[in-house]
Nanobody, 114 residues
Framework: VQLQASGGGLVPPGGSLRLSCVASGMIVSTNAIAWYRQGVGNPREWVAT???????GYRDSVKGRFAISRDNAKNTVYLQMNSLKFEDTAVYYC?????????WGQGTLVTVSS
């Protein structure tokens, strides 16, 4: 299983970014895929999940601003991030747990700065 995250960058407060997580060695539509993030000096925290059934969950601080989705044909999960805030600055990782093993993408850096 490999997860390739991309789409990070520098964006001003209030801006938007879309992160992508391309999976190989597994099928995203049959697994729960999550996004996590880790800011400098902070522990890694859960951001959002899309289940195999399509249900979505979000941490409270991103509800209404972030949206997780997937494209089954591209075997890719996305994280649309709108109304970005300084505190959203972090390295974002996609994640899947299969057969008791946690798989992580390499991370993509999101910097919110004016």
């Amino acid at each position: 299983v490999q997860l390739q995250a991309s789409g990070g960058g520098l964006v001003p407060p209030g801006g938007s970014l879309r992160l992508s997580c391309v999976a190989s060695g597994m099928i995203v539509s049959t697994n729960a895929i999550a996004w996590y993030r880790q800011g400098v000096g902070n522990p890694r925290e859960w951001v959002a999940t899309v289940t195999s059934g399509g249900a979505q969950g979000y941490r409270d601080s991103v509800k209404g601003r972030f949206a997780i989705s997937r494209d089954n044909a591209k075997n890719t999960v996305y994280l649309q991030m709108n109304s970005l805030k300084f505190e959203d600055t972090a390295v974002y990782y996609c994640n899947v747990m299969r057969a008791g093993t946690n798989y992580w993408g390499q991370g993509t850096l999101v910097t919110v700065s004016s």
